[in-house]
Structures are given as structure tokens and as C-alpha cells.
């Protein structure tokens, strides 16, 4: 970890131009929680709550800071008015999740609507049940509690939109029939892109490090599974990270026997030079934030800001024009495609903050007096 035993949390900060972490806790329930707000130019930040054991607080909030970054690329390549945020919680197998969750919904009510949340990796719609007993800036309950339902199926199918237009532009056809795909993770979105795979014809090889979950899925799609330090060398079409991020580094990259990487996971990539690795070896890479973008749609986009299902689904298809748009500047550029996501992200982003820079602040119309 950078820094030794410090957290450098400034420095850290202002490596990636974060403009707040908020550090929440509380001594009855021992809820550790770490909210990162990455940048607000484009809107109020909105971001998942993920609910994951970490080794050490410089590894949480490594995480939180990575993931709110890349949920502020995310919303740029959207038409949703966010910002980019995340939060981690901190889980201890002695804790008690749901009050956890609860005196964490008390901590997002208080910031006010700056930071709104939903699902992520280790929180499912039961879970933020909870959290919305205390905060009504969280999105995706269950549709029987009147909210969003959730948000997985439909960054799968967002996903899916991703895979097909991949496999046209390598294999100048968009059919999944007698393709091949290596699955890494069958969570709540790798299970439901096996599903979806494996019924368009499809050849599903899977992992997961829940060996039961793995299992269930085997039984019942007739999944071939690996082991999950295996699923890195297995030959397919489509190399699919569905589970924790920096799964594609420096050390994998050599190893994979694909033609393109495109999975729902956030922050795949270990750092910006495997874009380029994946590159050079001529595998198309779909940018992390542009694939799965879809999820957001339900929490942000059908939650927050009140889109229609039409407008929703509709953003959902749309995700095979963007990665079509980012893979044709790629080539022309000779470019990896995640610099070329970056770089139209970042210049949305840039637009945003000269415009707010720009607007009268809340004094000018006397809202201080
Ligand atoms: N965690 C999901 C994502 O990263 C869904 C989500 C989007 C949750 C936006 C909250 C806000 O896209």
C-alpha cells in the first residue's frame, strides 16, 4: 500500500481530483463506512453502496476512491445530470448487516442528497431495504416495496447489448451462436448473463469463487466451470469480468486467449497501461463504465431523476452505439478504446465545471439572506 501504515487520504484525494470522503461510524454496531465523492460537474453524486470485507482501511478506501471515479466517467457517457460516487462498507463476519445498514442509511440522509445511493457488489435489494428505512436518497428496493426493483438484470442486459456489438466488430456478426464465453463470476450480474448467453447459443464456461453459487449455476444452465485462477487461460471469444475489479493487470493480460474483454465489473482494468497491453496483444477491450452502465439507468436514471421504462430500456441498447463509436476512434487513432472513453468522458466533465465556474453561486439571488 502507498505510504506505509499512513492513508495519505489528501494526497490520495487529489491524485484523481476527489472533492470529498466522508468517514462515517458508529461504536454500538461497529459500522465502519468510507462515502468517496469523486466530482460533482455534471450533478449531485450518485453512486452504489458496496458491502465487502476488506483487509485493511487503505484497501477500502483504495476501492471507494476507484469506484467513485469511475462512476463519474460512467454518468458522462450517460445523458444523466450526476456526479460520481461510492460508498464501501466495511463488513466483519461477527457484524450485524442490516443494523449496519440502517445507522449507514442515517449517514447518506444527512449529507442531504449530495451523495444518493443503490446496490453494488455485496448489496442486494433486501439490503438496501434496509438502508432506505433511514434515507430516501438510495434506489433500487424491491419492486413489492414500490421501488426501482433491482438493478443487476438490467446491467446484464446492458452487458449483453456490449457483447453482441464486440463480437460484430471482430467477428463482422453479432450472433453469440457457436461463440464462446468465459464468465469470471456468477453474481447477482455474471448469473444473469450466463442466463441470457446460454439461451442466445452460446458456450458458457464459468467461475466463482462461491464454490456453491458456481455450482447451482452448473446444475442448471449446464455451465462447463473452472477453477477461477483457471478461467484466465481458458480459449473463448469473449473474456467477461463480472466480479471485483483489477482482474485485468499486467499479470493476467499475458495469460488471456481471447479476442475481447466485456463484463459488467467496475474498474477491470489494474491501471491505465493495460489498456494499452490489452491493445497491443489486439484485444478489444469495452471501457468497464461504458458496458455496464445500464444499472445506473434503473438506480439514477428510472429512481432518482424519474425516467420512463422506455427511456431506460432504450439507454440500455444504446450501449452497443456508444462502444461501436469509442471502438471506430480507437482504430482510427491506433488507440486502446479505455483512453478514448477516458478522454470523451473527461472532456464532458471539463465542460460541466467551466459552465458551473461560470454560474452565479446561491448568494447572488439572495438565498444567504
Ligand atoms: N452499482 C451499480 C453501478 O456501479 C448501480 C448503481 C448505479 C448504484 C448508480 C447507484 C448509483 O453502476
Not at 462515517?24 to 460533482?40: K, L
Not at 482494468?269 to 491493445?279: F, K, N, S, V
Request: glycine share 12%; charged share 20%.
Amino acid at each position: 500500500m502507498k505510504g506505509g501504515s499512513q492513508l495519505n487520504v489528501f494526497e490520495r484525494m487529489a491524485e484523481f481530483g476527489h472533492e470529498q470522503v466522508i468517514f462515517c461510524h458508529d461504536q454500538g454496531s461497529g459500522m465502519r463506512a468510507i462515502i468517496a465523492v469523486h466530482n460533482t460537474a455534471l450533478g449531485p453524486a450518485r453512486g452504489g453502496t458496496r458491502y465487502a470485507n476488506y483487509a485493511s482501511e487503505e484497501d477500502a478506501l483504495e476501492d471507494a476512491l476507484r469506484l467513485a471515479r469511475g462512476m463519474t466517467y460512467k454518468f458522462a457517457w450517460t445523458d444523466m445530470p450526476r456526479g460520481g460516487a461510492k460508498a464501501v462498507l466495511m463488513g466483519s463476519p461477527d457484524a450485524d448487516k442490516a443494523v449496519q445498514l440502517r445507522v449507514y442509511g442515517r449517514h447518506v440522509e444527512l449529507l442531504a442528497g449530495r451523495f444518493g445511493t443503490g446496490p453494488d457488489y455485496g448489496t442486494g435489494p433486501a439490503d438496501i431495504a434496509e438502508i432506505a428505512r433511514e434515507t430516501r436518497f438510495v434506489w433500487g428496493t424491491g419492486e413489492d416495496l414500490g421501488g426501482t426493483g433491482d438493478s443487476s438484470p438490467f446491467t446484464a442486459e446492458g452487458v449483453m447489448a456490449g457483447i453482441l456489438a464486440s463480437l460484430d466488430v471482430v467477428f463482422g456478426s453479432p450472433h453469440p451462436r457457436a461463440r464462446s464465453v468465459a464468465l469470471q463470476g456468477l453474481g447477482a450480474v455474471g448469473g444473469e448473463l450466463a442466463e441470457r448467453l446460454v439461451a442466445a447459443g452460446a458456450t458458457v464456461v464459468g467461475c466463482d469463487v462461491d464454490e456453491r453459487r458456481a455450482s447451482r449455476f452448473a446444475d442448471r444452465l449446464g455451465l462447463t466451470l473452472v477453477a477461477p485462477e483457471a478461467i484466465y487461460e481458458h480459449p473463448c471469444d469473449v473474456f467477461s469480468p463480472n466480479a471485483r475489479g483489477g482482474t485485468i493487470n499486467q499479470q493476467t493480460i499475458r495469460r488471456l486467449r481471447t479476442r475481447i474483454v466485456a463484463g459488467g465489473a467496475n474498474n477491470q482494468l489494474g491501471e491505465p497501461a493495460d489498456g494499452h497491453r490489452l491493445h497491443a496483444r489486439g484485444i478489444l477491450y469495452a471501457p468497464d463504465y461504458v458496458i455496464n452502465s445500464a444499472g445506473a439507468y434503473i438506480i439514477a436514471g428510472r429512481g432518482d431523476l424519474g425516467y420512463s421504462d422506455a427511456h431506460v430500456r432504450h439507454a440500455a441498447i444504446a450501449i452497443g452505439d456508444a462502444l461501436r463509436l469509442i471502438y471506430r476512434r480507437a482504430a482510427a487513432e491506433d488507440r486502446p478504446t479505455a483512453e478514448i472513453a477516458d478522454v470523451i468522458a473527461e472532456e464532458r466533465i471539463a465542460a460541466a465545471a467551466r459552465s458551473r465556474a461560470l454560474a452565479p453561486g446561491p448568494a447572488a439571488n439572495g438565498a444567504h439572506a
